[in-house]
Nanobody, 125 residues
């Protein structure tokens, strides 16, 4: 049973926008730092963005800086990834993952204790 549930993936045209959600299922997201990862076919999984549990500080991969925004709503037990100016190279399965680290520890997969099942984002050219 997954503690994290992603939603919001869809097919969108280049230049479009999507908002992904990561919800906690019997799981208090506010206690964890949360990262979004993505994996495109034939490529390694890469970290996209992180938001810390302690201060809400955020970080972004260079490839999405200025286009994606991560946020959290602890009252709704959710973390969001707002994606704007989408490009075909953003096409991937997007996963959220949780770590007990109070601040974002980087994107090594082994640092994360819980993972969602993923949601597909497809950007057409």
């Amino acid at each position: 049973q997954s503690h994290l549930v992603e939603s919001g993936g869809n097919l969108v045209q280049s230049g479009g926008s999507l908002r992904l959600s990561c919800a906690g299922s019997e799981f208090t997201l506010g206690l964890y730092s949360i990262s979004w990862f993505r994996q495109a076919p034939g490529k390694e999984r890469e970290g996209v963005s992180c938001i810390s549990a302690k201060s809400g500080s955020t970080g972004y991969a260079d490839s999405v800086e200025g286009r994606f925004t991560i946020s959290r709503d602890n009252a709704k037990n959710a973390v969001y990834l707002e994606m704007n100016s989408l490009k075909p190279e953003d096409t991937a399965v997007y996963y959220c993952a949780a770590t007990t680290a109070p601040y974002c520890p980087g994107y090594a997969a082994g640092l994360y204790h819980f993972w969602g099942q993923g949601t597909q984002v497809t950007v057409s050219s």
